[in-house]
């Protein structure tokens, strides 16, 4: 079963900080790997899909990397906001059918 | 107003009762999605649907059970509440297509608690 971990699970920064958030996943057989922002009594809200062939995907101040052989994720945020503050999930798809394994997240606080 | 909406957004109830949690979309997806949410285990997907016709068992799907009425309806019922399905639940849905459109897109959750 695939198993995927992110970590630190918390993490604050001042604004205008450059970041990176973590995503490692057990099982490198994946079909695309999502990233997700989950504001607080919010559903979930799609970043970024990096298909298995894809290296990365970028969208404005996000960019999003995938290494397959190593079982590896990575968001970076560039000139981190307040208004980024949220919690960050990564998601693999296993099957093709976009069934997702969800990693448990983490809390991103960007302070003013 | 939202494509994907659910109903209700917050509900308590007791051990034993049959609990039906509904979602509705606007999107017009194919496929439709049933994930609970708890602290520490993340995101699990408990049934999902690619059409009318077409439902599968997802990770967790033990002590649930699933309509797909028409395409913009996916329900999730609870025969039998049990203090361990307290979770926020959310659906969401996709087009199925290739590529970069296979993104799912989520309703704003059902907060349930079993007392």
């Known amino acids: 079963k695939q198993e995927v971990t992110q970590i630190p699970a918390a993490l604050s920064v001042p604004e205008g900080e450059n970041l990176v958030l973590n995503c490692s996943f057990t099982?490198?057989?994946?079909?695309?790997l999502q990233w997700f922002r989950q504001d607080p009594g919010k559903g979930l809200t799609s970043l970024l899909l990096?298909?298995?062939?894809?290296r990365e995907q970028t969208s404005g101040r996000l960019n999003a990397s995938l290494d397959k052989s190593s079982g590896r994720s990575t968001l970076y945020i560039a000139a981190s906001q307040p208004g980024d503050s949220a919690t960050y999930l990564c998601a693999a798809d296993q099957t093709g059918a976009n069934n997702l394994f969800f990693g448990t997240g983490t809390r991103l606080t960007v302070i003013p | 107003d939202a494509d994907v909406t659910q109903t209700p957004r917050n509900r308590i109830t007791k051990t034993g009762k049959r609990i039906m949690l509904e979602c509705s979309q606007t999107k017009g997806h194919d496929r439709m999605y049933w994930y609970r949410q708890d602290p520490g285990l993340g995101l699990r997907l408990i049934y999902y649907?690619?059409?009318?016709?077409?439902?599968n068992k997802g990770e967790i799907s033990d002590g649930y059970s699933v309509s797909r009425q028409a395409q913009a309806k996916f329900s999730l019922s609870l025969e039998s509440a049990i203090p361990n399905q307290t979770a926020l639940y959310f659906c969401?849905?996709?087009?199925?297509?290739?590529?970069?459109?296979?993104?799912?897109?989520f309703g704003p959750g059902t907060r349930l608690t079993v007392l």
């Open positions: 990096i298909q298995s062939s894809q």
């Open positions: 649907s690619f059409d009318v016709k077409d439902i």
């Open positions: 099982d490198s057989a994946i079909y695309n």
């Open positions: 969401a849905t996709s087009d199925g297509g290739q590529g970069d459109t296979d993104t799912q897109y």
